[in-house]
C-alpha cells in the first residue's frame, strides 16, 4: 500500500479546526477529556457523541501517521534480495 503523506496538511488544519472548536474559554476536547478523566460524572449521550465527533479527526491523524511510519519503516528496513 502506497502512503505519500499528501494528507497531513489537511488532517492538521482538520485536527486543529474541527477538534479544538470552540476555542474559548478552553478548546472543546480538552474540556471533555478533563470531564471523563475526573469520573465523567453527570455526562449524558449527547456529550459522549460531542467527545467522539470532536477527537475523530485526532484519531484519524494519529492513525495515518501510525501508518505512513510503519510503511517508511518497512521500506527501509527491507531485506535485499540475493541476485543468483
Known sequence: ?????KLFGPL??????L????????PHLLGKIRWVLGGANG?????????L???F???V???YSLHFFIIRW???NKPKSKAA
Open 74 to 76: 518497512q521500506k527501509k
Open 57 to 59: 479527526p485526532w484519531l
Open 61 to 63: 491523524l494519529i492513525l
Open 12 to 17: 492538521i488544519i482538520i485536527s486543529l479546526s
Open 43 to 51: 455526562m449524558q449521550l449527547i456529550d459522549w457523541l460531542d467527545l
Open 19 to 26: 477538534g479544538l472548536a470552540p476555542f474559548f474559554p478552553e
Open 1 to 5: 500500500m502506497k502512503n505519500s503523506g
Open 53 to 55: 465527533f470532536h477527537g
